[in-house]
C-alpha cells in the first residue's frame, strides 16, 4: 500500500510487517488524541513504521518527527534504515544525531536522536518548538533521560497542543503509562511472525563465568542438536566477557565472530548487520545494547547468559558499584526476542524456568539507582521546581534526592537553599557529569584548563590502555612510558601528547594500526579526542582561551586543586598497607594498575570508587591535605584551641 502524504516524496509500507494492520488505527489516535502508547512485541515494526505513518499527519507540515533512541548504535543504524526506505540518503529526509556525529539538514522531516540529544535542547528550546510530533522508543527501559523527558513532556503537553507523543516499547507496565497520560489510548501491535521455542540449561545462573557453559551449548547448535545450524547471537554481561569468549572462538574457521557493544566504532559495529548468504555461520556476542531497536538481521539463535552489568548507586557511602545482576524477565523476553523474525527461532537460557519465574518483571528505573545531581541541575536551570513536586513517573527515593542536593552544595553549584549559584549556572552550560564540570571552572581560574580538558575528557571514557589476556606483559611495557611518579590523571597527559603527535604525523590507517601495536584501544582514542573537542568549543564559544602548552610538574599543584574540586569526597588518607580510609569512613584499595599501587603516599584523590570485588580507586594521586582549605571554604569548619600548660603531663596541650 502506498501512501502520498507530500507531493516529493512517497511512503510506502510493508505489508509484512505486522504493525501495517494496525496503521489506520494509529492514526486515527493520533489525531484524535496528544498521547499515544504502542505496545508489541519485537519484530512488529514500531521503531521504523512510526515515523513514517506520522509524516501524514495534519500537524507535520512544517516541523520535524523526533524519533528517540536509548543508544548511539541504535540511532545510526534506525536513521538508515529509515532512510534506505523512503528512498532518501541519511542526511536528506531523514538524519540523525548522535554525540559527536550529527547527519541533518534543512530538508530534514525524521530527526533520529539518543534521548540524551533531546535533553540537551530543552536549553534552547524550552518548547520544543521544532517538532509536531515526538516518538519515545524503547520506554520500557525506563532510563534517567527516559523518565525525566516524559515529566517534561506532561507538562508541557498543555502549553504545545499540537505536539503529539507517541510512547512505544515492546514490554512494559502498559497500564502505568497509560494512567500517567492521563488514560492515553493504548494500540496493542502483535509482532511475533515466526515461532520461537525457549529451552531452559543449566542448573543456575553463574555470573561469574558463564563462558564454559556457553561454549558447550554452541556445540550443541553446530551439530545440529536443536535444528538446522544458523546465526547465533550470544548475550554477554560486560566487554571483558565479549573479548574473553571471541578469543576462544576465533580458531574456528566455519564461524564468524562479531563483537556488538556500544563502544566499538561506528564500521565496527556495520560488520554485524552485513550479512552474505552462503558464507559462515555467523556468531553475533552482544551486551544488552542488542536487546531493543538494533535488529542483527538472520538470528536463528539465542543465548542468553542471563545476566548484565547494571550501574547502582550507594547514597549511603556515596558510592557507584557495577555488579552483574540477573536481568528481569521483561529484558529476558526481550532478548528472545530478537530471533524468530525471518524464520522459527530457539532461544536457549542458560538458567531454570525458576529462576526466570524468580525474577522481577521489569529492570528497577534508573531513576531510583543513581545519583541525582545533574537532574536536578538540570530542573534548577530549567526553572521545573523541586525534584520532590515533579512529575515522575516513579518519584525518586528522598534520600537519593536529599544526597544529589548535598553533592551540589559540596560542588559549591548550589546554596543552602537550593538555588542556583553562579557556578552552577556554568555548569549547567558543560555537557558532561557536574563534578567534572566543577573541575573545568576551577581548572580555568588556576590557569591549567588545557590540562583539565584532557583529564576531563579521559574520566568521561573507558581507559584506552588495554590488557589483553596472555600479553599483560609486553602491554605493561608498552603503556610503561606514560607513568607519571606520583599522579594517574598526570600519566593521561603524557599518553594524550604522545597519540597527539603520532596523530599529526600518521595516516588513519597507519594511527589505527599503531594502536594494536602499542595496546591502544583507537576507537576510544578517538572517542577521548570527541570529547575534548566538544568540552573546548563550549569555552572558546564564551571567549576562553585555551592554553594547548605541554604540562609541566610546575601546574601539578594548580591540577590537582582542579581536581580536587569535584571529588571532595574521595579524598583518602593511608590506614595501613595499600588500605585506605576515604571520607565518610569508607575503606578502599588502590586499583593495582595505579601507579601508586607500589608505594601508596599518605594522602590521595580518588578519581573513581568502584565497587566489583573489592572496593577499588581506579585512579590515584598524591596530593597535600592543605589544598583542601583552597575549595569551598563553605564546607570547612574550623576549631580553635588555647594552648596552655598542663602541670600533671609536664607539657603544652
Not at 302 to 324: E, F, M
Amino acid at each position: 500500500m502506498v501512501d502520498t502524504p507530500r507531493p516529493y516524496y512517497r511512503v510506502t509500507f510493508d505489508p509484512e510487517l505486522p504493525i501495517n494492520t494496525s496503521r489506520s488505527e494509529i492514526t486515527k489516535a493520533l489525531k484524535e488524541n496528544q498521547v499515544v502508547i504502542v505496545t508489541g512485541d519485537t519484530g512488529s515494526g514500531k521503531t521504523t513504521q512510526l515515523p513514517k505513518i506520522c509524516l501524514g499527519l495534519d500537524n507535520a507540515a512544517d516541523s520535524r518527527i523526533g524519533l528517540t533512541q536509548p543508544r548511539r548504535i541504535a540511532a545510526r543504524t534506525v536513521a538508515e534504515r529509515i532512510a534506505s526506505e523512503l528512498g532518501s540518503a541519511v542526511g536528506g529526509l531523514v538524519g540523525f544525531k548522535i554525540r559527536f556525529e550529527d547527519e541533518l539538514s534543512e530538508d530534514t522531516l525524521i530527526k533520529v536522536m539518543t534521548d540524551g540529544i533531546l535533553l540537551s535542547e530543552l536549553q534552547y528550546d524550552r518548547d520544543l518548538l521544532q517538532y509536531s510530533t515526538l516518538i519515545i522508543d524503547e520506554a520500557h527501559e525506563r532510563s534517567l533521560n527516559i523518565d525525566f523527558i516524559l515529566g517534561y513532556l506532561k507538562n508541557l503537553l498543555p502549553r504545545r497542543p499540537d505536539l503529539k507523543v507517541l510512547i512505544t516499547s515492546a514490554t512494559f507496565d502498559v497500564q502505568s503509562f497509560a494512567n500517567y497520560f492521563d488514560n492515553a489510548p493504548v494500540i496493542s501491535v502483535t509482532g511475533r511472525m515466526y515461532p520461537i521455542k525457549t529451552l531452559y540449561r543449566g542448573e543456575s545462573n553463574t555470573y561469574e563465568d558463564p563462558l564454559l557453559t556457553i561454549e558447550t551449548v554452541l556445540n550443541e547448535i553446530l551439530n545440529g542438536d536443536f535444528g538446522e545450524p544458523g546465526d547465533i547471537l550470544i548475550f554477554l554481561p560486560t566487554e571483558r566477557h565479549i573479548r574473553q569468549l571471541s578469543k576462544s572462538l576465533r580458531v574456528r574457521k566455519n564461524l564468524q565472530i562479531l563483537p556488538l557493544y556500544a563502544r566499538l566504532s561506528h564500521s565496527e559495529q556495520n560488520r554485524v548487520f552485513k550479512t552474505v548468504s552462503g558464507g559462515p555461520i555467523r556468531v553475533v556476542l552482544a551486551t544488552n545494547v542488542a536487546e531493543t531497536s538494533v535488529t542483527v538481521p538472520r538470528i536463528r539463535y539465542v543465548i542468553d547468559s542471563g545476566t548484565a552489568r547494571l550501574g547502582r548507586y550507594s547514597y549511603r557511602n556515596q558510592l557507584q558499584r557495577l555488579p552483574i545482576e540477573s536481568v528481569s524477565r521483561a529484558s529476558a523476553d526481550q532478548r528472545r526476542g530478537r530471533c524468530g523474525r525471518m524464520e522459527a527461532g530457539v532461544c536457549l537460557r542458560l538458567y531454570t524456568e525458576e529462576d526466570f519465574l524468580s525474577r522481577p518483571e521489569f529492570t528497577d528505573p534508573e531513576i531510583r539507582r543513581t545519583n541525582l545531581a545533574s537532574v536536578i541541575l538540570k530542573m534548577l536551570s530549567l526553572d521545573l521546581g523541586e525534584v520532590d513536586n515533579f512529575s515522575f513517573i516513579d518519584p525518586p527515593d528522598p534520600a537519593f534526592i536529599r544526597d544529589g542536593y548535598r553533592l551540589l552544595r559540596e560542588l559549591d553549584a548550589v546554596t543552602e537553599e537550593g538555588t542556583l549559584t553562579k557556578i552552577g549556572r556554568e555548569m549547567v552550560n558543560l555537557p558532561i557529569d557536574p563534578r567534572l564540570a566543577r573541575m573545568l571552572i576551577t581548572a580555568r581560574d588556576k590557569h591549567c584548563l588545557g590540562e583539565l580538558l584532557v583529564i576531563v575528557s579521559a574520566m568521561s571514557i573507558r581507559d584506552p590502555r588495554e590488557r589483553p589476556l596472555k600479553k599483560t606483559v609486553a602491554a605493561d611495557e608498552q603503556h610503561a612510558r606514560f607513568k607519571h611518579p606520583r599522579s594517574d590523571f598526570l600519566s593521561w597527559l603524557r599518553l594524550w601528547s604522545y597519540f597527539e603527535s603520532r596523530r599529526k604525523e600518521l595516516s588513519d590507517n597507519q594511527l589505527r594500526k599503531l594502536c594494536h601495536r602499542e595496546y591502544l584501544s583507537f576507537s576510544r582514542m578517538r572517542e577521548w579526542k570527541d570529547i575534548y573537542k566538544q568540552l573546548a568549543i563550549s569555552f572558546r564559544r564564551r571567549g576562553i582561551q585555551i592554553s594547548t602548552e605541554p604540562a609541566t610538574d610546575m601546574k601539578y599543584k594548580a591540577i590537582h586543586i582542579s581536581i580536587l574540586s569535584g571529588l571532595l569526597s574521595n579524598i583518602a588518607r593511608r590506614d595501613r598497607g595499600k588500605e585506605f580510609i576515604a571520607a565518610r569512613n569508607r575503606r578502599i584499595n588502590i586499583f593495582p594498575g595505579s601507579i601508586i599501587y607500589k608505594k601508596p603516599p599518605e594522602w590521595i584523590i580518588c578519581g573513581e570508587i568502584l565497587e566489583t570485588s573489592k572496593i577499588f580507586a581506579l585512579s590515584a594521586a598524591a596530593i597535600e591535605p592543605s589544598w583542601v582549605v583552597e575549595i569551598n571554604s563553605n564546607l570547612l569548619k574550623y576549631k580553635y584551641y588555647e594552648p596552655h600548660w598542663n602541670k600533671r603531663s609536664g607539657r603544652v596541650v
